[in-house]
């Protein structure tokens, strides 16, 4: 909810200091003699290193993996909080418990049942329904309500004789939460574990209250801060659950410790059952050692202060000096020195001071003057007196700009003294009296690097502080100088401004003191120096101004002209790396619509992409209306990618490479019928994959006949008895299911995985993207995109488009495109029009298909897709296919796109799963 916006960090918590990572709580892990152990934390829970409370900490049982015990804490903690310590759950008690599929809602329904209550649930879902059947089957189907919408009112009045239910679990908002309350019978007690309806003030009428019902609002996070014998209290409960099998691990996902925006994501979609996790490491096995193993992960730097260390900060009243001692703060400093001549001035500096002290930070002011040697001295050995100090940061500045000529000696000095001179007695003195400094930090400016005609003095002065720095990073010492640009926000560039003005400054714009905090998080964590960080006035982010995807993908690479690179070469040779394809993938993905897979975009040139942008330009007014440009053919550049090989893609059957060659699954490609672009999954799967291809010499065949070929190659390789496997991809599913049809008529029974299709799904692909009002439109879209996937050429494809609209036949318009279609030597002229038609015929069948006519499968189906529908796509979760068989329809969400989907390792490791269970569950 705080991840999403949904809620704010406020009603977690309101004190800032566990405010600043409000997710992942839950902990699992070993402690440092090597006991396996789960608990919760207040914030900053995703990590690899925790420090938890001892007394919301629980063993692990033997027979729990670490993921099974992530499950455990905050659901069961919240069911244990809220039904016993709060509820006074009795047995025999009847209690509605909504979202039931959710962490909490299957905890609260396994402590109900343990205790004997009678179980009213909610779900989202049929899928969701099906799953908590099958999870809890002493559950009764007349207890299971729509979490939906508020019908569940009229399920719980229906079932309970118009009593109403002992105890309400709630978590659900607005209208709901309201039924949800005149669901309580008399004496009945309301737990809101929801935080949107807290947070927003909600109201509930007052003549509830004539029930003597009680209201208890739950907020587990106040566990950390409640007495030890309360705290006791939970921690006890929570272990008498695991000992006495009340508490048992809830069914999960996991992400990776590099996915977490995916786990995010997949929560936030809703689409999740039970908990999310992220695996952070493997569990080691002990062999006999104890102590737990360090494995250190990528992640983003982040400075951490030590409660005890001194920090000192020169010029720390300053507006930067002042939100650098903040983020010290924030960062666990305790004791912090700040300077200034002046001392406090203003009423601002004395509210942050009250502030840190209500933190618990000790925060002095220095008086000193520390470009006087015996003045730094002083301050150094007070700040000793704090205790030992770790770290040093010079912010002081007094400017005195004008022109080189109007520069003076005085001037010069005034500029010097807080920064060089200060600088000078701090390297000195602090080598002596702080031998355990670690940092050593002093701000320059771009005026140094960059120079700046104005500022003379000050770029003197700062260049002074850096040669410093570079010396003592010579002798191994401590040393960091960081080149700021303007800050605008705070600081002396805020002073300057007028309003909201934005000033230009040496052709750079000022940065938000929350991005140099950022960055200074990086700055102390490397090696170098001395480092710079500026906003550059002229950068441009992201797509903004681009007309096209060939402008888009020319900003991303810096290439600010193209004609100074040639279109014949690919991206990554022209400088491309991992995270610039990733951001192309992204941007034609979701601006212009153009699905690539990862080496579809590593062999990109921008010949190609032109291809593909040039159709979104207008043709013509005249002729616009009566031609598909680039926009409407979105549907044939995801149904038909590359028309293969034109020997291999008229064979029937192609055998694919794969890791075991045993048994065999049946494959049916995409509406292009190539058996190449299935072989990136194949050579990943444990089973001999065999691809069933439609070839190109059978014309105007419809899908019974297609099937009846399809039929006729499969059934001599079949067994009698033994099970068949059919993978169906995007336009293939639909084969898939009527193949899978036919032979169940035939006695034989199988699985069925759809991979990102489904009839439902081909058809809105189809209808929603092409212009299909008519044969004579359809033609036309499918000829124009044959002739850039063969051929790309902009003008030639300009031109047959225009031509197309003035012939009817299709026999004639195939001719014409074959003849237009710029010299190549990859396919034939008769395999090219042999090509146009059946994918016409394919297309069509897509068109005419009667899913009502269909008979349902008594086999299982397995569906794989992307964990988002594409925009012109609105589907349920399983595509519709539970129209399609009376067993079960399972779906696995993985990431990617129609495309990329095909190369995810994930698909194939759960095709993999599923059928090593099949043959676990036969033999």
Not at 162 to 167: I, L, N, P
Request: glycine share 8%.
């Amino acid at each position: 909810m705080t991840a999403i916006g949904r809620v704010t960090v406020d009603a977690v918590d309101r004190g800032r200091l566990a405010q600043e990572c409000v997710q992942g709580i839950e902990i699992v892990g070993k402690t440092a003699n090597g006991t396996r152990v789960m608990g919760m934390v207040c914030n900053r829970g995703i990590t690899n290193l925790a420090e938890g409370q001892k007394d919301i900490l629980w063993p692990v049982p033997d027979e729990w993996t670490f993921e099974e015990a992530a499950t455990v804490p905050v659901a069961y903690g919240t069911v244990y909080y809220a039904m016993i310590m709060f509820g006074q759950l009795r047995r025999g008690e009847s209690v509605l418990i909504h979202a039931g599929s959710g962490g909490v809602g299957q905890a609260a329904i396994n402590v109900a049942l343990h205790y004997g209550c009678e179980v009213f649930i909610t779900v989202g879902t049929a899928e969701k329904r099906a799953f908590i059947k099958k999870l809890f089957p002493q559950l009764k189907d007349s207890h299971i309500g729509n979490s939906r919408d508020t019908s569940f009112e009229d399920m719980i009045s229906r079932e309970t004789n118009g009593k109403g239910v002992d105890m309400v679990l709630n978590s659900l908002s607005d209208d709901k939460l309201q039924a949800s309350v005149r669901c309580l019978a008399f004496r009945g007690r309301f737990l809101e574990i929801g935080k949107f309806d807290i947070t927003n003030n909600t109201s509930i009428a007052m003549y509830f209250l004539s029930k003597e019902i009680t209201f208890h609002g739950i907020m587990l996070n106040y566990i950390f801060n409640l007495e030890p014998v309360i705290k006791k209290r939970f921690q006890d409960l929570c272990l008498r659950g695991i000992v006495n099998g009340a508490i048992k691990p809830l069914t999960y996902c996991s992400f990776k410790a590099n996915e977490v925006e995916n786990a995010y994501r997949y929560m936030a979609a809703g689409k999740h059952i039970g908990k999310v996790i992220i695996k952070i490491r493997e569990e080691e096995q002990s062999n006999g050692q104890l102590r737990p193993v360090a494995m250190p992960i990528d992640a983003i730097p982040r400075y951490i202060c030590h409660k005890d260390l001194v920090y000192v900060v020169i010029g720390g009243l300053g507006g930067f000096g002042l939100e650098l001692a903040d983020w010290l703060i924030m960062r666990g400093g305790r004791k912090i020195l700040l300077t200034s001549r002046r001392g406090i001035t203003n009423g601002y500096q004395s509210s942050r001071l009250r502030a840190w002290a209500s933190y618990g930070a000790d925060v002095q002011i220095s008086t000193h003057d520390v470009t006087t040697e015996p003045g730094c001295e002083e301050m150094l050995k007070m700040a000793l007196s704090m205790g030992p100090v770790h770290a040093i940061f010079n912010l002081a500045v007094i400017l005195k700009d004008s022109i080189f000529q109007n520069q003076t000696s005085e001037t010069f000095k005034t500029s010097f003294a807080p920064k060089a001179l200060a600088t000078m007695h701090l390297d000195k003195l602090s080598r002596k009296l702080c031998p355990d400094l670690k940092d050593f930090v002093v701000f320059s400016s771009v005026s140094c690097g960059r120079g700046n005609a104005g500022q003379t003095n000050y770029g003197y002065s700062n260049s002074v502080m850096e040669r410093i720095c570079e010396w003592r990073k010579k002798l191994g010492l401590p040393a960091l100088a960081v080149q700021w640009g303007a800050i605008g926000d705070v600081g002396l560039i805020a002073d300057m401004q007028n309003d909201d003005v934005q000033l230009e400054i040496g052709g750079t714009l000022h940065q938000r003191i929350s991005s140099c905090l950022t960055a200074l998080d990086k700055f102390m964590k490397q090696g170098a120096p001395i480092v710079s960080s500026i906003v550059v006035a002229e950068k441009k982010t992201g797509c903004e101004g681009c007309g096209n995807a060939l402008d888009a993908v020319a900003q991303i690479m810096g290439i600010k002209n193209l004609k100074t690179v040639s279109q014949q070469v690919s991206l990554a040779d022209l400088g491309m790396d991992s995270m610039m394809a990733l951001e192309i993938n992204q941007i034609l993905e979701r601006e212009f619509k153009i699905f690539l897979t990862a080496q579809d975009v590593r062999t990109l040139t921008f010949a190609r992409l032109l291809e593909l942008t040039a159709l979104r330009k207008p043709i013509s007014s005249a002729s616009n209306s009566r031609l598909t440009n680039d926009e409407g053919a979105v549907g044939l550049r995801v149904l038909i990618r590359n028309f293969g090989d034109e020997k291999t893609v008229s064979k029937p059957i192609v055998y694919m490479p794969s890791m075991v060659p045993e048994h065999m699954i049946f494959m049916l490609p995409g509406l292009d019928s190539n058996a190449a672009q299935l072989e990136p999954l194949c050579k990943r799967l444990k089973v001999k994959v065999c691809v069933l291809q439609l070839g190109v010499e059978h014309k105007n065949e419809n899908m019974h006949q297609m099937v009846n070929r399809l039929y006729q190659i499969v059934i001599p390789m079949l067994k009698p008895g033994c099970p068949f496997w059919l993978l169906g991809y995007s336009y293939g599913t639909l084969l898939a299911l009527e193949l899978a049809s036919r032979l169940e008529k035939e006695g034989y029974k199988g699985t069925i995985f759809c991979l990102d299709g489904a009839p439902e799904f081909v058809y809105a692909l189809v209808t929603k993207t092409i212009s299909v009002t008519s044969d004579f439109q359809l033609q036309n879209s499918l000829l124009c995109h044959t002739m850039r996937l063969v051929a790309p050429n902009v003008d030639a494809t300009r031109e047959l488009m225009e031509k197309l609209n003035n012939i009817e036949s299709f026999e004639e318009k195939i001719a014409l495109t074959v003849r237009m279609s710029p010299l190549q030597d990859k396919y034939s002229d008769k395999f090219l029009t042999k090509l146009a038609q059946v994918s016409f015929d394919r297309l069509k069948t897509i068109l005419d298909y009667d899913p009502k006519a269909f008979k349902k499968l008594q086999s299982p189906i397995v569906l794989l897709r992307p964990k988002e529908n594409p925009s012109f796509v609105a589907l349920e979760e399983n595509y519709g296919l539970d129209k399609y068989t009376e067993n079960n329809v399972t779906v696995h969400f993985l990431g990617g796109n129609h495309v990329s989907i095909i190369e995810n390792k994930d698909c194939a490791d759960i095709i993999n799963s599923v059928l090593a269970e099949i043959e676990r569950q036969e033999n």
